[in-house]
């Protein structure tokens, strides 16, 4: 499928979204994580095309969407600013990582705006905040080097790179993924810093899908960080993906599919 390409015009940037133009159907829209573009989420979109009115948002840094500093906070206004502009209130909101921080702050504060959400392994862990900012800044220091290192290498070498990395991957989901490493900027690592989760958990009164990896894998979220989620707020349900690390989607497919599938029926 050729998704169609749009942007949008606010005061001092732009957001750049793909679509179906499925006008009339429900709201499905899509949150990348970091160094991901809106393109990454194609596989899983198109099992929904039929039912759902689809948007795949690039965050700003990345994909084509405006460069520049941008906290997580005004990632957060972004997603509602987009939502209210193409009037698609309440949508169905997804979220990876860094998009499900998103996704899980836009219902806390704009919970009007939002119907369900799904979220694939946010970035929510049961650090105390030394930890937390010690952890943060030894993550932006590794993608800064890991953003020096991709722009190095050739589209060849990168998607050799990425197939050796993540081999239980589709290569359906290789081409996005190499192009999106091309269009993820420096300032892109400022959206990484966000408030405590347990706070923002507890204002979401949409239902609520959590969808975690096995804790033997590259994972984030952790089987305590999930109990303490069900005992903050009774919204939420929450899955773990057997055999499936931080990339829950792409490691397995199906299985990802399934459990949004019943979620959203």
């Not at 600013?81 to 702050?105: Q, R, Y």
């Not at 929450?238 to 399934?258: M, P, S, V």
């Amino acid at each position: 499928m050729d998704w169609q390409g749009h942007n949008l015009h606010f005061s001092d940037h732009v957001i750049h979204y793909y679509g179906n133009g499925n006008v009339g159907k429900p709201a499905l829209v899509f949150c990348h994580g970091f160094s991901d573009n809106g393109l990454c989420w194609h596989r899983v979109a198109l099992r929904f095309t039929d039912q759902f009115d689809i948007y795949l948002l690039d965050a700003r840094n990345h994909g084509q969407s405006s460069r520049g500093i941008a906290s997580a906070e005004d990632m957060t206004q972004d997603l509602a600013d987009v939502i209210t502009a193409l009037e698609l209130e309440p949508v169905i909101a997804v979220g990876h990582s860094m998009g499900a921080g998103t996704v899980a702050a836009l219902a806390a504060d704009y919970p009007h705006l939002v119907a369900k959400m799904i979220l694939e392994d946010p970035a929510w862990s049961d650090e105390d905040d030394t930890q937390k900012t010690k952890s943060m800044r030894k993550r932006a220091a590794g993608f800064a080097k890991y953003l020096e290192m991709i722009a190095r290498l050739s589209d060849d070498q990168l998607l050799a790179m990425g197939r050796a990395q993540h081999p239980s991957w589709s290569l359906e989901d290789f081409p996005s993924w190499v192009q999106s490493k091309r269009e993820v900027d420096g300032f892109a690592l400022k959206g990484l810093i966000r408030s405590p989760w347990q706070t923002l958990i507890q204002n979401i009164t949409c239902p609520a899908l959590l969808l975690y990896a096995d804790e033997t894998s590259d994972g984030i979220v952790q089987q305590k960080v999930v109990d303490q989620i069900l005992s903050l707020n009774p919204c939420f349900q929450c899955k773990q993906i057997t055999g499936a690390g931080h990339n829950l989607r792409r490691e397995q497919f199906e299985a990802y599919i399934t459990e949004i599938e019943a979620f959203l029926n």
